[in-house]
């Protein structure tokens, strides 16, 4: 029953954070300071990383196929696959040891 709540509460939020802002581009702040990505630790067997989002904004697009948000995060790329959603892609380049 707790997941239950805990899945309707989350679904009111989202709800009530992109309900007044469809249908024009918007700034959605969700902390202060920048988006960063940074890798904290590394060694032999393990890579960890921290990425920190904290703002976002999204628009709608129109095309022949209907009309799609698009959302858009500061220092993030998209997805170039042909056919693939255009959703925003932060791409590092690590080596692997092996």
């Given amino acids: 029953m707790k997941i239950f ?7 009111a939020i ?3 954070i992109f309900l007044p802002f469809s249908g024009k581009a918007q700034k959605i702040k969700l902390s202060d300071g920048n988006n960063a990505f940074n ?4 060694d032999d ?3 960890h990383f921290h990425n920190k989002l ?3 904004s ?3 697009i129109t095309t022949k196929s209907g009309l799609f948000t698009q959302l858009n995060l500061q220092g993030y790329n998209y997805s170039t696959e042909l056919g693939a959603p255009m959703l925003p892609v932060l ?3 690590i080596e692997v040891p092996y």
Avoid: P, R
């Fill in 91 to 93: 791409k590092s380049l």
């Fill in 54 to 56: 904290s703002s976002f």
């Fill in 58 to 60: 999204n628009h709608e």
């Fill in 45 to 47: 067997q393990s890579l």
């Fill in 14 to 16: 989202i709800v009530l």
């Fill in 5 to 11: 709540y805990n899945a309707l509460l989350i679904t």
């Fill in 39 to 42: 890798i904290t630790q590394t």
